[in-house]
């Protein structure tokens, strides 16, 4: 066996490891009684901390040293070499911040989530802001300690952890850019919006879950490896080989579960398409977090909330709901094509969002960096909301600076992937589209199949093999542009 | 810090890691999708491998050494002490077992219980010999590994696993005891039974949850810290700070289930009960499968099918299914007290249970004393059934000899505790009445508190800190014996 081999089946115990944590986590969210947390919390802190001691054990240092050797004789495959690049800097990461500092972390982190539910519900910033503060440090120390170990600033550490080839730099061009054009095809968006027949009625929760599963089976999810849950906060978790999606309903509203249901039908075909022969190693998993969330905003965004969609949409509703003009297809268009700007990212349409993420981008940099302090954060926010969107939210922490489970959970350098993961999803769509004349047709018709091979040719099935940004350029000919994603909202919210 | 709190503190790692593959133990049988079983038994037998791995560790070994010497200067509590005995024999158990030969009898334990369910269909014993033959050979040297280590006879190696204290000269007695007098009372039992009315029509799933719900709320079933799902095999899983019990539903017949919700119910409350603060040591577990049944059994049996709890449910069955004469106290009493011999264990009536449970005692315990063959079993299962029920199951190996999953599970030296539980049920039964006059009237007016606050005092609150056997004597007075099974059953059965 090679000393490659040796690293992979040592590796293989963490991946699988990681399984067992990840099957856990969606159960904790899912079905976890009221009271058990506690225990709970304790029991996978114990299983991320095995992780990390895992990472640093002494043989698995040796290897990897005598696997590199072998990787300069040129004795490993394309993905082998690959996969102990990935292993290296996972060490590397290991090795960057003490356990001590990630154990600290994760207490303040557990102390101020807990805590957030409530006190955010309550408007309490002055409670809440104690709590978060020792969050925002410890951050800032690990930050610095990645920093320093990779030789990047500690925004960008934060960064790479979601997505690695990301920089700040790149993205304050990119926010930048899309700062010059936002305002203008906002006001302009919002001055053609006309009225919406709201669907009337109650909608069952038994209707709502079977029109999602038929949604998500004409997308191709297998069922066979996967299931459809329900959670308060609706996510995509489980592991490649068992994909645990979930939703929330809402009796009085369909709409947002279905294309909810349809975001995260994109994180789960993903997560499915990943090469099975990878699945306990870091080859085998997903290139970053906006590669990920590109292909929830391609099926959301893209398919989704487009027009041949709709009429494909349209019929299965009426089916689930009765007739309705409100179901008709053009309804359905002006509501998944409303915009009206709103104090809740979650529930931004399409044009607001990226003013939502490049707010928190700026603040949670500034904060990272500590050119502001975390007592600035409510005034900053105020300001920001104003001039991007025009809202006041003087004093409402509730629906403001308080409203994402983000920060209260020490992510930091997560937001940009959302709105970089749309434009993305816009430049694959324009590249499908390139590959496949008759894609909306298709569409219209159901027949997905031709996005999906695509998909899985190009992403899916090629885990994290090849460097993110090469993933890219090779699967559309261009480099990450945002050239696509002003196209298609113009395209969509102004002609 | 004490050499004993170190060693505590290294055997968290075990209780946390035992949590997490609890749950995800209990997910792959109520949630896992049909084509992920493979990736989710590697990730499991990579947890079960890595216990076994931290129970060998060098540093544990020498800390048992050092906190048996603060033993012997008594420097440890009653719970410490009892706690290290237990550490102790799980070390010895994990070295006594090459984890070669673990291995290769989980491999072949998965291999053969995967094909049985579709063997067993299709009756295919020719099939399911070579499957099952791996099995028997690799738990007999598992058996004798543990035999050597532990100074025992193999079968007695294999009994200690499921229940401390239990040896087979005992059972030898008791079972041989239960068989002079029960071939008499089974006949009288049969010749006493009334004409039953069946329930009729179609009891939906919904009412049939709502109604076992209620049940579980009235024995105390806190559902802060546990849930009820559905799943194949009817089991109570999870740990003790998030219990999670699961039935099946049948739409033709609500009995059997709101029956088994009661027995896990019992497996449950036990669990819950457990002292929480020694959740992750050996000292905070249930003493024993026997012990564990004997609380399923206390609810089922002595509690469950008895005329003051009928009287209590019978209302609460008419509430959820209507007004039936069936439904009535006296019919439901003949329901949950008839006698009527059957091939199938799980679903025999209290009086032949224990017939089916001797028999399997008296073949297995052949089977791995080497006395018989495994290509003996049916033959021997033909003979054994005709002479202790009188039933013919020539060539019917799905009804027969290949009914249950423990055989194939690897799983040897299970089956008696059913039977001694369900003796040691009655025996506490006896002990709670000695000390509540008036335990009937309460049970009838649907108040359990008496109930489980004995049982929590004498046995759930003790964890294993207690020696079983000790725990017996010292709450009901007496030794384990099978004279208040023996006069329970004629009360019920004969007078």
Redesign the interface.
Known sequence: MTHYKKLEKKF??IG??R???S??GW?EQV??????G???A???A??YL?IQELQLDAELQDLIQEAGEEARLNKLTLEQGANLKLIQKKMKDAKAVPSQLNHALTLAVMKCQHAWRDLRRDNDWKSFLPLFEPVVSLTKEAASARAEAFGLTPYNALLDQYQSGLDSDFIDRVFNGIKTWHPDLLDKARARQATILQPSGSFSIASQKNLGLEVMNALGF??????LDVSHHPFCGG?S??VRMTTRYSEDDFTQSLMGIIHETGHGLYELGLPKEW??QPAGHAAGMMLHESQSLLYEMQVGRSLPFLKFLSPMVKKHFGSDPALETDNLQKIYQRVEPGLIRVDADEVSYPAHVILRYEIEKQLIEGSIATADIPLLWDEKMKTYLGLDTTGNYKDGCMQDIHWPGGSFGYFPCYTLGAMLAAQWFRALKQDHDLLDTAIESGDFTWISSWLNKHIWSKGSVEHPLDLIKNATGEALTDRHYKLHLERRYLS
Chains 1, 2 share one sequence.
């Open positions: 293989d115990r699988k490891l399984h067992l944590l099957i856990v159960d079905n976890m009684p009221q009271d058990s506690e225990s709970r304790e029991a996978m114990e299983g095995m297998d069922f066979k490896r996967g299931r592991v080989s068992d699945e306990f």
